[in-house]
């Protein structure tokens, strides 16, 4: 057996596992990271990436169909419009690829030595992994554990056949004729919303009373709306059972009575599990926080000399939450005092409108017992909005009532996702209402939607 | 999970109780196997309260400034497993009652509140997270900085809760931060420029502090002081303490004039034993010590401290010099123990280059006499014929003038000068 040392042993090369790596090579670290597939994780190989590329596509293809059913109020028609899924899928592969290398490039380049192979702990500072080559055991100082997050499966409908998970939806070879999706959270949603552009038949089947159950009713309504007009079927409060004895529909409980829903494809997207099992985790019992790894402020873990970061660790389970913990990390093992200080994860819902929210919803403001202002702007009195076809949605402010500090901003819109910056950096930055009030944006934006709610909140907004 | 309650251990023979000069840990932080839990102040030392186990603490027994009774309980930590006490009931019996007292008392009714620096501005306070309003834990409490503020506090060892934010909304800026470093721990002042200052700054006396204050109430409230100052041609002295300096070996350390005056002191005290004395007031005997323990007063960051060369009188010039180097670096890094700051049977004051003309110095109770230094200085001496330059220092001496009349006194003083005067007599065979 083969035997190397170093410093720094980073275990799953996503997002954050890759940062953490990159910061520590350029901070002269000793870093060695194993993955046992592609670089990237599944925000770039299964996720973020290519979900956007499909809805992208699902996006273009639906504007040209909707030129082309005679109605499109810009003008424009053309006949026929057609999708080869194949090509948009190679397409969104070459992407995906090329994204790969790049990663791949920014750790050798960082001088981090990637390894191959499924790693497993066989203590507290070693870990085997097996490579093509052969078992390699690696000895290190500190190690990371970024292993990421699986979807969950339904015992009754395990995944197999017709039943998918995000994963396979991002690789079919042809748009399905109807796609049941169950669970209607963000990534259901996403992803039924590009079938339906696609030209599917979409179901979505969400157990509680509404979809979209972390946001407010008031974000989630745009939403619920824009499904309607794209013939999206939704049915809130049903429980999927099982499919039927062809195959062909899935078998749904909706307010206790039986439905059934077309399903050449069922996209089960009820959530995500952290990936402990697998690696040898049990071999060094870290506390955990359910069925999280339990970690402080540093990303520690109970054990001296292993942290862990990302999905594995706990909600909210977002790419750049584990690149930032990853990056801490890095600047930890390097010998630089850093902890978690963040103020805010905007979180962004690529829906159609899409939805952003930084800090604290109006709700859990309130929750606090802190007095607030609330500033809300519609895109309806937005002229960039009204030029786009865009006016469902808004942008909201969240702020202190005593000193206007802001604690929270959130929009639904089309395009508001490039917001998310803007919306971040004010929290950060403790900007208050006047901050933002008083701050140039430019004209004709979406982003004086955010200028004009900060100017509610303070009682005199100028387009409304 | 148990409970682990860690009592006020038994510091120091005869010590019943000590004063909680500083708290390490907070409730809710975790701690580990012998991480320091507090630190608390006898007499005079500073012993610091490791933490046996590892766990989480629960609750502490008192706040700083709080004088705690050996043995009742100080800390409450969670452990895994069973613990020491199977229910946490009340507070520990000892003089740590009252202090849940409103803050806004006050501050001189509440000898038991924390240490603290107030600043009681009459400008607005920024960022008001009292009145009333509950704010969210981990969310909001967080300091009100950009994140490049934040990491350059991090990158500084400061935590900007504790810096006072003058941006809007009470939001730190990298000038708050400059100011906050420039300054060390104290609060934010106004502005540069000239303006009014009504601010107040409040410092509650705790600590050392506190028994320097106590110490000298006594001193001057019980004794009363005679001083006597006498000038010494310390010519001779000085030519003798070069040479010694110039050939010493280097194990000896560097000279001093205090260890010839320490010296001079014990052969002085053999003549006039009365000034090596204790009185003990109440009960109306004077101790006198055939042992000279001489406290060296010292100035330390803390404050002034006395640590004792004990038994000068069998130690030759180098092992005082040797003794007193100790002490002296034991006692600005805090870590002379109670025994070498107590028991002194007469005090040296000396400030050295700051020693000015006179000093008045106050006598260390329940000693009876105190020698303080003053600043050496060439001065022009008329020898009978014409000016000489000499190195003239003076002695400024303080005596309880219940027991010490002025003429013996006078007497210890004319004696310790022609000693000095004299070095070579410091060292003729008694």
Redesign the interface.
């Given at each position: 057996m083969k035997e190397i040392s170093c410093k720094l042993l980073v275990i799953g090369a996503g997002p954050g596992g890759y940062i953490c790596a990159i910061r520590a090579g350029q901070l002269g670290v000793d870093t060695v990271i194993v993955e046992k597939a592609k670089a990237g994780g599944t925000c770039l190989n299964v996720g973020c990436i290519p979900s956007k590329a499909l809805i992208h596509a699902a996006d273009e293809f639906h504007k040209l169909r909707s030129a082309a059913s005679g109605r499109s109020p810009l003008g424009l028609s053309l006949a026929n419009p057609t999708i080869d899924l194949a090509r948009t899928v190679a397409w969104k592969d070459g992407i995906v690829g090329r994204l790969n290398g790049g990663v791949t490039g920014l750790l050798k380049k960082a001088g981090v030595k990637a390894v191959i192979g499924v790693a497993r702990f066989v203590d507290g500072k070693t870990v085997d992994v097996e490579t093509e080559t052969g078992l390699q055991r690696i000895r290190a100082e500190a190690i990371v554990i970024a292993t990421g997050s699986a979807p969950i499966e339904l015992s009754d409908m395990p995944f197999g056949g017709s039943i998918i998970s995000s994963t396979e939806a991002l690789s079919l070879k042809s748009v399905p004729a109807s796609v049941a999706v169950i669970g209607g959270g963000y990534i259901g949603l996403e992803l039924g919303t590009a079938f339906a552009k696609l030209g599917a038949h979409v179901t979505v089947l969400e157990a509680q009373a509404r979809i979209l159950p972390q946001y407010d009713a008031d974000l989630s309504k745009p939403i619920a709306k824009r499904l309607g007009e794209l013939g999206v079927e939704v049915f809130t409060q049903t429980v999927a059972k099982r499919l039927s004895a062809d195959g062909k529909t899935l078998l749904a409980e909706h307010n206790g009575r039986p439905i059934e829903v077309p399903a050449e494809k069922v996209l089960v997207t009820v959530g995500r599990r952290p990936v402990t099992d697998g690696f040898g985790l049990e071999e060094i019992d870290l506390d955990r926080a359910g069925k999280f790894i339990r970690i402080d402020d540093q990303c520690r873990t109970s054990m001296r000399g292993i942290y862990a970061i990302g999905d594995v660790t706990g909600e909210p389970m977002l790419a750049h939450r584990a690149m930032a913990q990853g990056e801490m990390v890095a600047e930890i093992v390097a010998g630089n005092k850093r902890a978690w200080d963040k103020r805010c994860i905007p979180a962004v819902c690529f829906t159609d409108p899409e939805i952003v929210t930084a800090g604290l919803s109006p709700d859990e403001a309130r929750a606090t017992g802190i007095e607030i202002k609330v500033g809300q702007f519609p895109f309806q009195a937005n002229g960039r909005a009204m030029t786009t076809l865009s006016e469902d949605g808004f942008v909201r402010v969240v702020a202190r009532a005593d000193n206007h500090l802001v604690l929270g901003i959130q929009a639904v819109g089309h395009g508001v996702s490039e917001l998310s910056a803007s919306f971040g950096l004010a929290i950060e930055m403790g900007a208050r209402l006047e901050d933002i009030a008083g701050t140039i944006h430019a004209h004709p934006t979406q982003s004086e939607a955010f200028q004009e709610a900060a100017l509610k909140a303070l009682g005199h907004a100028l387009h409304i | 999970m148990g409970e682990f309650v860690i009592k006020m251990p038994d510091v120091g023979e005869g010590v019943a109780e000590a004063e909680l000069v500083e708290w390490h840990v907070k409730p809710g932080d975790p701690v580990r196997e012998d991480m320091i839990l507090a630190a608390v102040m006898t007499d005079k030392a500073t012993v610091e309260i490791p933490s046996p186990v590892n766990g989480t603490v629960l609750w502490l027994g008192a706040e700083i400034g709080d004088t705690v009774a050996v043995k009742a309980p100080l800390v409450r930590i969670e452990i895994a497993g069973e613990g020491t006490e199977p229910t946490p009931v009340e507070k520990p019996e000892a003089k740590t009652e009252e202090k849940a007292a409103p803050k806004a008392e006050a501050p001189v009714a509440t000898p038991s509140q924390p240490a603290k620096v107030e600043a009681k501005a009459e400008t607005k306070t920024p960022?008001?997270a009292s009145?009333g309003?509950?704010?969210?834990p981990e969310?909001?409490e967080?300091a009100?900085?950009?994140?490049a503020v934040?990491l350059r506090a991090?990158?500084s060892?400061v935590d900007l809760r504790q810096v006072t934010g003058t941006?809007?909304?009470?939001?730190i800026t990298h000038d708050d931060l400059d100011q906050f470093l420039a300054r060390g721990a104290q609060p934010a002042a106004a502005p540069a420029g000239l303006a009014r200052k009504t601010a107040v700054d409040e410092i509650k006396v705790t600590g050392l502090r506190r028994r320097i204050a106590e110490k000298m109430t006594l001193s001057t409230s019980r004794i009363p002081h005679i001083t006597y100052v006498e000038e010494v041609d310390m010519t001779a002295l000085e030519d003798l303490r070069t040479m010694m300096n110039r050939d010493r070996k280097p194990d000896q350390p560097k000279l001093t004039i205090l260890p010839y005056l320490m010296r001079a002191m014990v052969r002085a005290i053999a003549d006039l034993p009365g000034v090596n004395s204790t009185f003990d007031d109440g009960a109306g005997i004077i101790s006198r010590h055939h042992a000279v323990h001489i406290g060296i007063a010292t100035q330390t960051p803390a404050g002034l401290t006395v640590p004792v060369v004990r038994h000068a009188e069998a130690r030759g010039i180098w092992d005082c010099a040797i003794e007193l180097n100790r002490l002296a670096e034991a006692a600005r890094t805090g870590t002379a123990t109670r025994d070498e700051l107590t028991g002194s049977t007469i005090t040296i004051s000396s400030l050295g280059a700051l020693g000015g003309i006179v000093s008045t110095p106050v006598i260390n109770h329940p000693e009876v006499a105190i020698v303080g230094v003053n600043k050496l200085a060439v001065r022009p001496v008329w020898d009978g014929t014409q000016f000489v330059p000499r190195k003239i220092m003076n002695l400024s001496s303080s005596f309880d003038h219940r027991v010490i009349d002025g003429w013996d006194a006078a007497t210890f003083v004319q004696r310790v000068k022609t000693l000095l005067e004299t070095p070579a007599l410091i060292f003729v065979e008694a």
């Amino acid at each position: 057996m083969k035997e190397i040392s170093c410093k720094l042993l980073v275990i799953g090369a996503g997002p954050g596992g890759y940062i953490c790596a990159i910061r520590a090579g350029q901070l002269g670290v000793d870093t060695v990271i194993v993955e046992k597939a592609k670089a990237g994780g599944t925000c770039l190989n299964v996720g973020c990436i290519p979900s956007k590329a499909l809805i992208h596509a699902a996006d273009e293809f639906h504007k040209l169909r909707s030129a082309a059913s005679g109605r499109s109020p810009l003008g424009l028609s053309l006949a026929n419009p057609t999708i080869d899924l194949a090509r948009t899928v190679a397409w969104k592969d070459g992407i995906v690829g090329r994204l790969n290398g790049g990663v791949t490039g920014l750790l050798k380049k960082a001088g981090v030595k990637a390894v191959i192979g499924v790693a497993r702990f066989v203590d507290g500072k070693t870990v085997d992994v097996e490579t093509e080559t052969g078992l390699q055991r690696i000895r290190a100082e500190a190690i990371v554990i970024a292993t990421g997050s699986a979807p969950i499966e339904l015992s009754d409908m395990p995944f197999g056949g017709s039943i998918i998970s995000s994963t396979e939806a991002l690789s079919l070879k042809s748009v399905p004729a109807s796609v049941a999706v169950i669970g209607g959270g963000y990534i259901g949603l996403e992803l039924g919303t590009a079938f339906a552009k696609l030209g599917a038949h979409v179901t979505v089947l969400e157990a509680q009373a509404r979809i979209l159950p972390q946001y407010d009713a008031d974000l989630s309504k745009p939403i619920a709306k824009r499904l309607g007009e794209l013939g999206v079927e939704v049915f809130t409060q049903t429980v999927a059972k099982r499919l039927s004895a062809d195959g062909k529909t899935l078998l749904a409980e909706h307010n206790g009575r039986p439905i059934e829903v077309p399903a050449e494809k069922v996209l089960v997207t009820v959530g995500r599990r952290p990936v402990t099992d697998g690696f040898g985790l049990e071999e060094i019992d870290l506390d955990r926080a359910g069925k999280f790894i339990r970690i402080d402020d540093q990303c520690r873990t109970s054990m001296r000399g292993i942290y862990a970061i990302g999905d594995v660790t706990g909600e909210p389970m977002l790419a750049h939450r584990a690149m930032a913990q990853g990056e801490m990390v890095a600047e930890i093992v390097a010998g630089n005092k850093r902890a978690w200080d963040k103020r805010c994860i905007p979180a962004v819902c690529f829906t159609d409108p899409e939805i952003v929210t930084a800090g604290l919803s109006p709700d859990e403001a309130r929750a606090t017992g802190i007095e607030i202002k609330v500033g809300q702007f519609p895109f309806q009195a937005n002229g960039r909005a009204m030029t786009t076809l865009s006016e469902d949605g808004f942008v909201r402010v969240v702020a202190r009532a005593d000193n206007h500090l802001v604690l929270g901003i959130q929009a639904v819109g089309h395009g508001v996702s490039e917001l998310s910056a803007s919306f971040g950096l004010a929290i950060e930055m403790g900007a208050r209402l006047e901050d933002i009030a008083g701050t140039i944006h430019a004209h004709p934006t979406q982003s004086e939607a955010f200028q004009e709610a900060a100017l509610k909140a303070l009682g005199h907004a100028l387009h409304i | 999970m148990g409970e682990f309650v860690i009592k006020m251990p038994d510091v120091g023979e005869g010590v019943a109780e000590a004063e909680l000069v500083e708290w390490h840990v907070k409730p809710g932080d975790p701690v580990r196997e012998d991480m320091i839990l507090a630190a608390v102040m006898t007499d005079k030392a500073t012993v610091e309260i490791p933490s046996p186990v590892n766990g989480t603490v629960l609750w502490l027994g008192a706040e700083i400034g709080d004088t705690v009774a050996v043995k009742a309980p100080l800390v409450r930590i969670e452990i895994a497993g069973e613990g020491t006490e199977p229910t946490p009931v009340e507070k520990p019996e000892a003089k740590t009652e009252e202090k849940a007292a409103p803050k806004a008392e006050a501050p001189v009714a509440t000898p038991s509140q924390p240490a603290k620096v107030e600043a009681k501005a009459e400008t607005k306070t920024p960022a008001p997270a009292s009145n009333g309003v509950h704010v969210a834990p981990e969310r909001l409490e967080k300091a009100l900085a950009s994140p490049a503020v934040r990491l350059r506090a991090r990158e500084s060892g400061v935590d900007l809760r504790q810096v006072t934010g003058t941006g809007p909304a009470g939001r730190i800026t990298h000038d708050d931060l400059d100011q906050f470093l420039a300054r060390g721990a104290q609060p934010a002042a106004a502005p540069a420029g000239l303006a009014r200052k009504t601010a107040v700054d409040e410092i509650k006396v705790t600590g050392l502090r506190r028994r320097i204050a106590e110490k000298m109430t006594l001193s001057t409230s019980r004794i009363p002081h005679i001083t006597y100052v006498e000038e010494v041609d310390m010519t001779a002295l000085e030519d003798l303490r070069t040479m010694m300096n110039r050939d010493r070996k280097p194990d000896q350390p560097k000279l001093t004039i205090l260890p010839y005056l320490m010296r001079a002191m014990v052969r002085a005290i053999a003549d006039l034993p009365g000034v090596n004395s204790t009185f003990d007031d109440g009960a109306g005997i004077i101790s006198r010590h055939h042992a000279v323990h001489i406290g060296i007063a010292t100035q330390t960051p803390a404050g002034l401290t006395v640590p004792v060369v004990r038994h000068a009188e069998a130690r030759g010039i180098w092992d005082c010099a040797i003794e007193l180097n100790r002490l002296a670096e034991a006692a600005r890094t805090g870590t002379a123990t109670r025994d070498e700051l107590t028991g002194s049977t007469i005090t040296i004051s000396s400030l050295g280059a700051l020693g000015g003309i006179v000093s008045t110095p106050v006598i260390n109770h329940p000693e009876v006499a105190i020698v303080g230094v003053n600043k050496l200085a060439v001065r022009p001496v008329w020898d009978g014929t014409q000016f000489v330059p000499r190195k003239i220092m003076n002695l400024s001496s303080s005596f309880d003038h219940r027991v010490i009349d002025g003429w013996d006194a006078a007497t210890f003083v004319q004696r310790v000068k022609t000693l000095l005067e004299t070095p070579a007599l410091i060292f003729v065979e008694a």
